[in-house]
Antibody, heavy 121, light 110 residues
Framework: EVQLVESGGGLVQPGGSLRLSCAAS????????MSWVRQAPGKGLEWVANIKQDGSEKYYVDSVKGRFTISRDNAKNSLYLQMNSLRAEDTAVYYC??????????????WGRGTLVTVSS | SYVLTQPPSVSVAPGQTARITCGGNNIGSKSVHWYQQKPGQAPVLVVYDDSDRPSGIPERFSGSNSGNTATLTISRVEAGDEADYYCQVWDSSSDHPYYVFGTGTKVTVL
């Protein structure tokens, strides 16, 4: 079965760190750009970061630059998000998503169920 | 940065047609993608590249894009279509590519 399964979420204090993981199965993980997308409680979707197939290119939304690091291990079919210096506004469900290329842009064709990160004292 | 604007809510009776708009500057020059998100669930891609449907998505879901507005149309609406819907584009106009989501529209089936 083609799927993405996130893990690693939880409650963390402001200024703390957390590492999210995403396990991919059912497809050739190393052939795809991958991404993290988040959704704050009751809010809309926000793209966070993405990474190229071989890890050579990484991009981030401005609000997490310098604090979050996306990485991948193709041998383990896994995607990661290292989150440091966490803030209350980082509280959200974090989704792992597979990226596909379209006619004039890119989109997310496969999503995991998400993992909740709560930043609070 | 590029902004996508959607109406907060749309209400429709079963069997009728729901139209959800997504406004953006010259959005017709971009590919627009649509996601359905039911409460407590992950988003699901329902339309990509303006009007194409992924495998398994009913033909009742269709899309169009022109000028400054893209539209997701749900024909013969069913109770199971009640969900939040988000449009999305890929914006390459800034110093690095961005994935932009619309503000989201809650579809209520009366």
């Amino acid at each position: 079965e083609v799927q993405l399964v996130e893990s690693g979420g939880g409650l963390v204090q402001p200024g703390g760190s957390l590492r999210l993981s995403c396990a991919a199965s059912g497809f050739t993980f190393s052939s795809y750009w991958m991404s993290w997308v988040r959704q704050a409680p009751g809010k809309g979707l926000e793209w966070v970061a993405n990474i190229k197939q071989d890890g050579s290119e990484k991009y981030y939304v401005d609000s997490v630059k310098g604090r979050f690091t996306i990485s991948r291990d193709n041998a383990k079919n896994s995607l990661y998000l290292q989150m440091n210096s966490l803030r209350a506004e980082d509280t959200a469900v974090y989704y792992c998503a597979r990226i596909r290329g379209g006619l004039r842009g890119w989109y997310f064709d496969l999503w995991g169920r998400g993992t909740l990160v709560t930043v609070s004292s | 940065s590029y902004v996508l604007t959607q109406p907060p809510s749309v209400s429709v009776a079963p069997g009728q047609t729901a139209r959800i708009t997504c406004g953006g500057n010259n959005i017709g020059s971009k590919s627009v993608h649509w996601y359905q998100q039911k409460p407590g669930q992950a988003p699901v891609l329902v339309v990509y590249d303006d009007s194409d449907r992924p495998s398994g998505i009913p033909e009742r879901f269709s899309g169009s894009n022109s000028g400054n507005t893209a539209t997701l149309t749900i024909s013969r609406v069913e109770a199971g279509d009640e969900a939040d819907y988000y449009c999305q584009v890929w914006d390459s106009s800034s110093d690095h590519p961005y994935y932009v989501f619309g503000t989201g529209t809650k579809v209520t089936v009366l």
